[in-house]
């Protein structure tokens, strides 16, 4: 008995609806995947700068913060970043929010790095 396939309810739309959704998440992680690697690279600057307290200034912590994100294309001001510092520790706190565009809509991604150390 045979039976043909568009008899049985197969057909392309199943395909086609998996190669939609396959390029759908291409995009997103096209678009989010430079962001996180961005916002990891700043996170480990703010971790070296916090670790190298007992050598630079608070301004001076600051300014090195500042110019990495600037060299990252981070949307990053001065008022975003914190830096205290009390005679036995430092902390440092960066926030900033990164938009991310998509066909259609802006999706704002927040990041805080956020790293206390000893000061040596």
């Not at 057909?11 to 997103?28: K, M, R």
Request: glycine share 6%.
């Amino acid at each position: 008995m045979s039976r043909n396939r568009w008899q049985r309810g197969e057909g392309q739309f199943g395909c086609l609806v998996g190669l939609v959704v396959l390029l759908i998440a291409g995009l997103i992680a096209y678009r989010l995947i430079p962001v996180k690697v961005r916002a990891a690279e700043m996170r480990d600057t703010v971790i070296d700068e916090s670790k190298s307290a007992g050598q630079h200034s608070d301004k001076q912590i600051k300014a090195n913060i500042l110019h990495k994100a600037k060299q990252l294309n981070l949307p990053l001001s001065e008022n975003d970043v914190e830096v205290n510092r009390s005679p036995n520790y430092i902390k440092v706190r960066v926030k900033y929010t990164v938009p991310v565009e998509f066909p259609g809509y802006v999706y704002k991604w927040n990041f805080e790095h956020d790293y206390e150390n000893p000061v040596f």
